[in-house]
């Protein structure tokens, strides 16, 4: 079963950067992989989506400020967080695109914490 890993997140002031990574074990890499993150107390919101082709689709609310990469041979993908903002604050999740509701499996996040 694969299983999906992310890192890099950390504290950081509003403005600040980070780049985080997503490795994927256990499985064949998704043809369609999305960044999701997690804020206290909400459902988990897709962020950003990558296609093998390439393609990338982003939420409005992060368009703009956060670009999502992937490394098919590696089985690795990216997340780089610019111009972060408070609002930002959450466990972000890498993972398969779509995600198929209950069956669903998270995996290990990572925590983005933007403050001042």
């Known amino acids: 079963q694969v299983q999906y890993v992310a890192s890099g997140g950390g504290l950081v002031q509003p403005g600040g950067s980070l780049r985080l990574s997503c490795v994927a074990s256990g499985g064949i890499f998704s043809p369609a992989m999305g960044w999701y993150r997690q804020a206290p107390g909400k459902e988990h919101e897709r962020v950003a989506t990558?296609?093998?082709?390439?393609?990338?689709t982003y939420a409005d609310s992060v368009k703009g400020r956060l670009t999502v990469s992937r490394d098919n041979a590696k089985n690795t993908m990216y997340l780089q967080l610019n111009s972060l903002k408070p609002e930002d604050t959450a466990a972000y999740y890498c993972?398969?695109?779509?995600?198929?509701?209950?069956?669903?499996?998270w995996g290990q996040g990572t925590q983005v914490t933007v403050s001042s």
């Open positions: 993972n398969m695109f779509p995600t198929i509701g209950q069956l669903t499996t």
């Open positions: 990558i296609f093998s082709d390439g393609v990338r």
